[in-house]
T-cell receptor, first 114, second 112 residues
Framework: EAGVVQSPRYKIIEKKQPVAFWCNPI?????LYWYLQNLGQGPELLIR????????DSQLPKDRFSAERLKGVDSTLKIQPAELGDSAVYLC????????????FGPGTRLTVL | KQEVTQIPAALSVPEGENLVLNCSFT??????LQWFRQDPGKGLTSLLL?????REQTSGRLNASLDKSSGRSTLYIAASQPGDSATYLC???????????FGKGITLSVRP
């Protein structure tokens, strides 16, 4: 069974440029999460989707960040414009929505903003 | 607000040693707790998930325990190997549909 797929794995951009990350969850997983992980820190939730609905986006900086999950399968996270402080690893995870709700993570996208 | 603490931040042990990694959380009303492993430059791999009604879970050389009343969990690694070198993160969920709150992780180095 394929795991959570993310692309690109690495991205280097200059500040003020836009950037987008893509995630394809495990087949059949209706819940999708985007996390941000700074160096030496644990991941922090940005947004959670139940199917195509964003049910928790309280931690998403909406002035520059946006996300979508059309058709309730894969998802895109966008930053426009990027700032130096956005350099981090962006992780996508999914879960089956069962009582256990075990989350499975993708390899992440490492963003460097110059 | 739930806070998760993992101390120490780093640990170095010789190969073959049995070791315990600690995790503490401030709000004991958790739904479940999950231990992850993260290798450098990689995503997170789920190791064990303990439901709030459970006391422990085992997988191979790994055993995770949960004491909700004291707000603690431990990850026991038996007969450590160099391949166990990684960062181990603990995360708790406070409700069935709530987010995971992570600790900062413990970076383990197992010396040959």
């Amino acid at each position: 069974e394929a795991g959570v797929v993310q692309s690109p794995r690495y991205k280097i951009i200059e500040k003020k440029q836009p950037v987008a990350f893509w995630c394809n969850p495990i087949s059949g997983h209706n819940t999708l999460y985007w996390y941000l992980q700074n160096l030496g820190q644990g991941p922090e939730l940005l947004i959670r989707y139940e199917n195509e609905e964003a049910v928790d986006d309280s931690q998403l900086p909406k002035d520059r960040f946006s996300a979508e999950r059309l058709k309730g399968v894969d998802s895109t996270l966008k930053i426009q414009p990027a700032e130096l402080g956005d350099s981090a690893v962006y992780l996508c995870a999914s879960s089956a929505g069962s009582i256990y709700n075990e989350q499975f993570f993708g390899p992440g996208t490492r963003l460097t903003v110059l | 607000k739930q806070e998760v603490t993992q101390i120490p931040a780093a640990l170095s042990v010789p190969e073959g040693e049995n070791l315990v990694l600690n995790c503490s959380f401030t709000d004991s009303a958790i739904y479940n707790l999950q231990w992850f492993r993260q290798d450098p430059g990689k995503g997170l791999t789920s190791l064990l998930l303990i439901q709030s009604s459970q006391r422990e879970q085992t997988s191979g050389r790994l055993n995770a325990s949960l004491d909700k009343s004291s707000g603690r969990s431990t990850l026991y690694i038996a007969a450590s190997q160099p391949g166990d070198s990684a960062t181990y993160l603990c995360a708790v969920r406070n409700g069935a549909n709530s987010k995971l709150t992570f600790g900062k992780g413990i970076t383990l180095s197992v010396r040959p």
